[in-house]
């Protein structure tokens, strides 16, 4: 079963608009992470933002929020006032049983973000 | 930041060779390190967690024969593609915890087998 699902292969969003990019992780774990990570044309790997699964707010980064519902277990992205240096591949990722040592990070497959001038 | 740097950026290489991948944590000790390959428009997919000091623990049908792994220092692990092949072109990327909140990733080593 998938870790993480991002049902949206690819976005267009207008340049200075907000955008959400869905999340959504399945795990049994009481204790994990969820991650957001831009990636360029280049591959690079660019955090955005982190949100641990006691954290009570949502977590902001900037441009970028996170809009976690633990119950739905969704864990969507937004990107408020979009540029065009936007336009990237954007990659969710869940980090589980971290409290009991070193476990990497597993990815959703992705979304494409296009920003229209 | 703590930093992980991969080197090299991209590799060319006949089929048949083998290639080494380096991964360095800069500034923080990273006993532990794991090896993801990317193929074009795809996801990350975790290849293996590389341990300083103790053999590596490979994923599912990714072949540790082909893939070595070497984890000598506690700021240095090796990924080594033996008997490349056309099929194993891909990029590679390398990441390290700091902490339980924080991934950092390497640049990646875009991989082609000609």
């Known amino acids: 079963a998938q870790k993480i699902t991002q049902t949206q292969p690819g976005m267009f969003v207008q340049e200075k608009e907000a955008v959400t990019l869905d999340c959504t992780y399945d795990?049994?774990?009481?204790?994990?992470?969820l991650f957001w990570y831009k990636q360029p044309s280049s591959g690079e790997m660019i955090f955005l933002i982190y949100?641990?699964?006691?954290?009570?707010q949502n977590a902001t980064e900037g441009r970028y929020s996170l809009n976690f519902q633990k119950a739905r277990k969704s864990a969507n992205l937004v990107i408020s006032a979009s540029q065009l240096g936007d336009s990237a591949m954007y990659f969710c990722a869940m980090r589980e049983g971290w409290r009991s040592g070193n476990t990497p990070l597993v990815f959703g497959k992705g979304t494409r973000l296009s920003v229209i001038a | 930041g703590a930093v992980v740097s991969q080197h090299p950026s991209w590799v060319i290489c006949k089929s048949g060779t083998s290639v080494k991948i380096e991964c360095r944590s800069l500034d923080f000790q990273a006993t532990t390190m794991f090896w993801y390959r990317q193929f074009p428009k795809q996801s990350l997919m975790l290849m293996a967690t590389s341990n300083e000091g103790s053999k590596a623990t490979y994923e599912q049908g990714v072949e540790k024969d082909k893939f070595l792994i070497n984890h000598a220092s506690l700021t240095l692990s090796t990924l080594t593609v033996t008997s490349a092949h056309p099929e194993d072109s891909s990029f590679y990327i390398c990441?390290?915890?700091?902490?339980?909140?924080?991934?950092?990733f390497g640049q990646g080593t875009r991989l082609t087998v000609v």
């Open positions: 795990t049994s774990d009481q204790s994990y992470g």
């Open positions: 990441s390290a915890m700091w902490g339980s909140t924080e991934a950092f």
């Open positions: 949100q641990g699964s006691y954290d009570e």
